[in-house]
């Protein structure tokens, strides 16, 4: 199991860079992270893409639900693990609208 909470910040902290902001102006979304090895979850809440808060926290309609264990999302941001691959083995799992799902691509890689 490996310690989450350094890279969900990593994401956060990418609200920072003008480049994301561009890329995710009018991004306003809930982010669900739900981790099967630990048994946590974790919301990321998006402001029109320019900034972000986490903490842990389950809420019933998330606008994206993700859900992996520490180990692969540690793997694919430290680019250890394809994440296309990953998800095409459902080591990680989504749901919610393909537009937010490529965007989300955008705070992990």
Avoid at 9 to 27: E, H, I, Y
Avoid at 51 to 56: D, E, N, P, R
Avoid at 78 to 98: C, E, F, L, P, S
């Amino acid at each position: 199991m490996t310690d989450v909470k350094p890279y969900l910040q990593r994401m956060v902290d990418r609200f920072a860079d003008p480049g994301v902001q561009k890329s995710l102006a009018g991004f306003s979304k809930t982010l669900q992270f739900r981790f099967t090895d630990t048994k946590e979850d974790w919301l990321i809440k998006t402001f029109d893409g320019k900034q972000a808060t986490m903490q842990q926290e389950t809420i019933e309609k998330p606008d994206v639900l993700i859900t992996t264990s520490t180990d692969v999302l540690a793997g694919v941001m430290d680019k250890k693990i394809n994440g296309m691959t990953a998800y095409m083995q459902r080591k990680i799992q989504t749901k919610g609208a393909m537009e937010d799902l490529m965007k989300l691509q955008k705070l992990m890689l």
